[in-house]
């Protein structure tokens, strides 16, 4: 098997494999949780993105490394580690609330933007050294979880709605 063809197995299988703890262990914690809660082992779990920094390190990574790709996926992560950190912090206020959509969307535009990048500089698997892992291991629980927090963000945006309904009907009057 090539080592393209093991490095795509590999993103496919822990894609699955994360899909399966995140439906059997993550989400039944995490459901009935208010929003805050729900979300803040999702954010810290991203504030841990720093690592993506060693994509710029000579001797972790290959000299080859396109640094389109490095550049890239470095300095995003660093962003969402850093927007993480911040919702975290300012959690549950509302600009908690916002800063955690704003986090979520940067950091899974980021992510697909790591895989686009990849892709268009004709990265090889090789050439990621050590940081094998981080696209074939880490990459895909980061996907599931910012998919984890899109659904706490929206059932809860969901769950207002009626309050926020009786309060307008309620001035109404």
Request: hydrophobic share 60%; aromatic share 12%; glycine share 6%.
């Amino acid at each position: 098997m090539s080592a393209q063809l093991c490095f795509f197995v590999s993103i496919a299988f822990a894609l699955l494999a994360w899909c399966i703890v995140a439906k059997r262990v993550f989400w039944p914690r995490l459901r009935d949780l208010p929003m805050a809660e729900a979300l803040q082992p999702v954010l810290v779990l991203h504030s841990f993105r720093f690592i993506g920094l060693a994509f710029l390190v000579p001797g972790v990574v290959s000299p080859e490394l396109p640094s389109a790709f490095a550049n890239a996926a470095a300095y995003g992560d660093i962003i969402a580690a850093i927007l993480a950190l911040l919702a975290l912090a300012a959690l549950p206020s509302r600009t908690g609330v916002v800063l955690a959509w704003i986090f979520n969307l940067w950091g899974t535009v980021d992510l697909f933007d790591a895989f686009y990048q990849a892709n268009a500089s004709g990265l090889t698997p090789g050439e990621l050294g050590v940081m094998y892992f981080i696209p074939t291991l880490i990459v895909p629980l980061l996907l599931i979880t910012h998919g984890l927090s899109f659904r706490i963000l929206i059932k809860s945006s969901e769950s207002s709605l009626p309050a926020r309904r009786r309060e307008i009907s309620a001035t109404q009057l």
